[in-house]
């Protein structure tokens, strides 16, 4: 028992060491974990020939490493993934989708300048 109680406390105390400071990668088949791993999430729904998806691209990256150990951006290629684009009803991309504690919680569509993602983003590690 004492163990379980240590581990789940371990669990709780997000330190910068457990949050990657790059985007991870997700498929369909790891989005699920990906999302219920961390508290806060921004998930970046982009494809190869996006154009805006390229121009927001260095954001993301810039962002997760400023945010890393508060937030995990994950990137999601919705042309190789199309089972999680559906689920979460993306027709446009880029979309930004911000999950707290594995549920949606928000959403950016289209490519806006870094300073209005990251007020987005703030408002809800500021909650």
């Known amino acids: 028992m004492k163990l ?3 581990s789940k406390k371990h669990d709780l105390n997000y330190g910068k060491d457990s949050f990657p400071s ?3 990668l997700a498929t369909d088949d790891n989005f699920d974990t990906l999302i219920a791993k961390y508290p806060i999430v921004v998930v970046d729904f982009w494809a190869e020939w996006c154009l805006p998806c390229r121009v927001i691209a260095p954001v993301i990256e810039e962002l997760a490493e400023k945010y890393s150990g508060k937030i995990v951006f994950i990137k999601l290629n919705v042309d190789e993934n199309p089972i999680t684009a559906s689920r979460y009803n993306i027709t446009s991309i880029p979309t930004l989708m911000i999950f707290k504690n594995g549920k949606p919680i ?3 569509v289209g490519a806006y300048p870094k ?3 990251e007020e987005r983003i703030k408002r809800h590690i500021e909650k």
């Open 4 to 6: 379980l109680q240590s």
């Open 22 to 24: 790059k985007p991870l």
């Open 106 to 108: 928000d959403v950016i």
């Open 115 to 117: 300073k209005i993602i």
